[in-house]
């Protein structure tokens, strides 16, 4: 089955350091995003890309990175300049367009020890 | 702008209708509905694009005004499925903003 895989599903970082989350898919879509998810708030854009080797920040960029070497593979790593990093983390990807419907991993929830 | 949507929460009894509205300041292209059931994954529902279209699929259905730059999600006879987190996502043409969501209930 096609589908987007995230791990791991529970992350815990501890002060100063770099954390990275997977996000895999064979739905052989060119376009992925990285949202983050705080109680009460929408769905917040971290980073997205349209294209492997290419990719733009979106709303909250900073604090994190990303790279897209593989069409099926985009990381995402909070690093620790990210002061506030608690949070639930959703993986999409798409076809290319904002317009294209997206599809969501399960998520990582990540939390700070 | 994050869209607004209302209203943030909703409990209903099975086979009782429901609204949830999805407001944007600036103009849309489309709009998309998602719903998101706790711990899990968001999954698409629908997408409305310009030209006042409506869209739906047995009883949940959606309308998109964009002079008004809303949107409207209608669920109908609810049944304890429709329980989840409803988000709009509204796209300006080179960006996706979603709302904050709406939790809907259903009680038996």
């Known amino acids: 089955d096609g589908g987007i895989t995230q791990s791991p599903k529970y992350l815990f970082r501890k002060e100063g350091q770099n954390v990275t989350l997977s996000c895999e898919q064979n739905l052989n879509h060119d376009a992925m995003y990285w949202y983050r998810q705080d109680p009460g708030q929408g769905l917040r854009l971290i980073y997205y890309s349209q294209i492997v080797n290419d990719f733009q920040k979106g709303d909250i960029a900073e604090g994190y990175s990303v790279s897209r070497e593989k069409k099926e593979s985009f990381p995402l790593t909070v690093t620790s300049a990210q002061k506030n990093p608690t949070a639930f983390y959703l993986c999409?990807?798409?076809?290319?367009?904002?317009?294209?419907?997206?599809?969501f991993g399960d998520g990582t929830r990540l939390s700070i020890l | 702008q994050q869209p607004v949507q209302s209203p943030q929460a909703v409990i209903l009894r099975e086979g009782e209708d429901a609204v949830i509205n999805c407001s944007s300041s600036k103009a849309l292209y489309s709009v998309h509905w998602y719903r998101q059931k706790h711990g899990e994954a968001p999954v698409f529902l629908m997408i409305?694009?310009?030209?006042?279209e409506q869209k739906g699929h047995e009883k949940i259905s959606a309308s998109f005004n964009e002079k008004k730059q809303q949107s409207s999600l209608y669920l109908t006879a609810s049944q304890l499925s429709y329980s989840g987190t409803y988000f709009c996502?509204?796209?300006?043409?080179?960006?996706?903003?979603f709302g904050a969501g709406t939790r809907l209930t259903v009680k038996p």
């Open positions: 999409a990807s798409s076809i290319p367009g904002f317009w294209q419907p997206q599809h």
């Open positions: 409305l694009l310009k030209g006042g």
């Open positions: 996502g509204t796209e300006g043409g080179n960006d996706m903003r």
